[in-house]
């Protein structure tokens, strides 16, 4: 980070100046720490759409260029050569493994994925309709009661075990959740297999009928999973990181990044574009939705297409489309009559003018959610699969604030609107 420029702030008649900080690429900020201090008066921006919250070395987004960077590493790159496990490594410790590194450190995790069996007893208060991601909030939340010895966080080595330990027993606990669900048994975690392999193991074996590992499920679970491990200050990573700011240990600070991403604005996405293609129902319905989407007073939006941040396309949309058709494919399911519908969808809106000149492309979403409910994920399981992969993010993130020596703790400011101060009225004389 360089400070070579300063930014000039006039207020009533006085001026201040702040300094301009660089990044290594992306936007400057004007670092306005002192502007309080300096003036007397806030800056406002309710959802921090303008509002640098930290500096980070762990992931970049060029919405307008459709890039992302983990570590300087195009996330082509990564989905196309390395795995889920190899992502977590980069994004954990800044630089990919070794041989001798990726070997231990997967060996390490695997040894993690086991559930003190205790917290087996948890799952049983619950009721079975109880959603998989309330389920996973709750259990991850309660960690902290069993792993103590990672709760010390002025300890470099019981913050890694603390964040070795939930990247891997989070999956452990959605695919618990998830077989709880449906009332079968608990699977338990296999150490010998590739982290996608033993999630699917997990979700999808039974006793006594041996479940047999897809290797292009696994691959594609395993895309999916490294694409969405981290997305730079997104909703659920701040507050991943303004409950660390108080002190709070790891697994409450993940629990509530869990709670942030299940509302719909943030990881619901791709179970509501489903729901639309159900809505849709087959390829004649087609046209009239698209008319409905287009009727700017209609309210309907074509799920799945469109993102804040990405306006040329969605980087990660594109390789999952690939990963969706090899899937399709595998499972001989062209004839699904959904996948189909979703197939023929894809093909008309990207070709009308509408959504083309306003750079509306499939995002990652649209894709997603059709692997998943390929793979026989139910809905209610997309945002559980989401908060798995995101808990590398969340964990490197936490980390990474822990370690910078200036964290303070958040403390956001307001635009008071309500009563100036008045004499409290007895209730007696109260009209
Ligand atoms: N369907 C139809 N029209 C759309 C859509 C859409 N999905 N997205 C944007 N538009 C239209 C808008 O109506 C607007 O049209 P206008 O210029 O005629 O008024 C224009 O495109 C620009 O839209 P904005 O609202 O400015 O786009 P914004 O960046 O605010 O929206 C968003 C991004 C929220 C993702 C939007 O595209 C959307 O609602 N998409 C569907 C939901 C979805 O798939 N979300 C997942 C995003 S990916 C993720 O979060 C992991």
Known sequence: MSENRSATFGLDGLSR???????????????????????GVFSFDPGLGSTATCTSAISYIDGDKGVLLHRGYPIE???????????????????????????????????????????????NGFRRDAHPMAILCGTVGALSAFYHDGLDISEPKARDLSARRL???????????????????????????????????????????????????????????????????????????????????????????????????????????????????????????????KNRNSGVRLMGFGHRVYKNFDPRAKILQATCHEVIEELGL??????????????VATEDDYFVSRRLYPNVDFYSGLILKALGIPKSMFTVLFAVARTVGWV????????????????????????????????????
Not at 334 to 347: Q, S
């Open 17 to 39: 100046q702040f300094p301009v900080l660089e990044g290594t690429i992306g936007p400057d900020v004007v670092d306005m720490r002192a502007l309080s201090q300096k003036t």
């Open 77 to 123: 790159d990564l989905a196309l050569n390395a795995s889920f496990t190899e992502t977590a490594y980069l994004l954990l410790y800044g630089e990919l493994p070794t041989a001798a590194q990726y070997q231990a450190f997967r060996t390490d995790m695997n040894t993690h994925r086991l559930l003190n069996e205790q917290i087996r007893n948890f799952f």
């Open 167 to 293: 990247i891997a027993k989070v999956p452990t606990i959605a695919a618990w959740a998830y077989k709880y669900s449906i009332g079968e048994p608990f699977i338990y975690p296999d150490e010998e297999m590739s982290f996608s392999e033993n999630f699917l193991h997990m979700l999808f074996a039974r006793p006594g009928n041996h479940y047999r590992v897809n290797p292009v499920l696994a691959r594609a679970m395993d895309r999916i999973l490294l694409l969405h491990a981290d997305h730079e200050q997104n909703a659920s990573t701040t507050t991943v990181r303004l409950v660390g700011s108080t002190g709070a240990n790891p697994y409450a600070c993940i629990a509530a990044g869990i709670a942030a991403l299940w509302g719909p604005a943030h990881g619901g996405a791709n179970e509501a574009a489903l729901g639309m293609l159900e809505t849709i129902g087959t390829r004649d319905g087609i046209p009239a939705f698209l008319n409905e989407v």
């Open 334 to 347: 062209k004839r699904d009559p959904l996948l189909d519908l979703a197939m023929e969808l894809e093909r």
């Open 396 to 431: 490197s993130q936490w980390k990474e604030m822990i370690e910078e020596p200036s964290v303070r703790i958040s403390r956001p400011r307001q635009l008071y609107i309500g009563a100036a101060e008045r004499n409290f009225v007895p209730m007696s004389e109260r009209r």
